[in-house]
């Protein structure tokens, strides 16, 4: 069973670990998201990497990717190389994992530009109450980090969250965590999730 849709603890199995794709080395028994993260986007992106590494059976979903306006390459190179990895979702029917600051604006229009099929998941959400209703009005899917808003929690769509984490070091509470439900996945490749 799935409670986390996002890690980097490579020791977890029941979460996804997101692994770029060159630290991508899958064990089995595990779940992967790979994707070049926002912060390394100053690099020279490898795609080829990137699609090889996306396309394995144990990867649920594609990303960290996205937009962070206080770190990495500038707003256009970032941009660009969220837009490969939402056509790589879209092409291997994974879902999208987004890391986002500051560019709640890029990604809206981004994704009203792109119209995916395919769920994008906010990981480690800390907005307030308003902007969990823009995102879940929009279709994206939220998940809370260790700090979170609790305002915005009370506000996300039962439909629109999936997991709620106490740290970093990934504490259990019947009370702060949801199994993530299998029809998010259901589409990717992945077997046995």
């Known amino acids: 069973m799935l409670i986390d849709c996002h890690t980097h603890d490579t020791t977890r199995t029941d979460a996804i670990i ?3 794709p060159a630290l991508f080395r ?3 028994g595990k ?18 990497l990137l699609e ?4 394995h059976p144990s990867v649920a979903a594609i990303g960290e990717t996205g937009v962070d306006r206080l770190r990495g390459a500038g ?3 970032q941009t660009d ?5 939402i056509a790589l979702s879209e092409s291997l029917r994974k879902p999208l994992i987004l890391h986002v600051v500051k560019a709640l604006d890029i990604i809206l229009a981004v994704k009203k530009e792109c ?9 480690g959400f800390r907005g307030n109450a308003t902007m969990a209703k ?3 009005d929009n279709g994206i899917l939220l998940s809370l980090g260790s700090h979170f808003n609790t305002d915005a929690a009370a506000s996300i769509p039962a439909d629109k969250l999936l997991v709620r984490r106490v740290d970093g070091r990934h504490k259990r509470n019947s009370g702060t965590h949801r199994r993530v439900p299998p029809h998010i996945f259901a589409r990717s490749h992945c077997p046995r999730l």
């Open 134 to 136: 823009q995102l879940a």
């Open 115 to 123: 119209r995916p099929a395919m769920p994008w998941i906010w990981h």
């Open 18 to 20: 997101s692994v770029s």
């Open 31 to 48: 779940h992967y998201s790979v994707g070049i993260h926002p912060w390394e986007t100053g690099a020279t992106p490898d795609f080829e």
């Open 75 to 77: 707003l256009d190179t």
């Open 81 to 85: 190389v969220f837009r490969r990895h």
């Open 52 to 55: 090889r590494a996306a396309a």
């Open 26 to 28: 899958p064990e089995e």
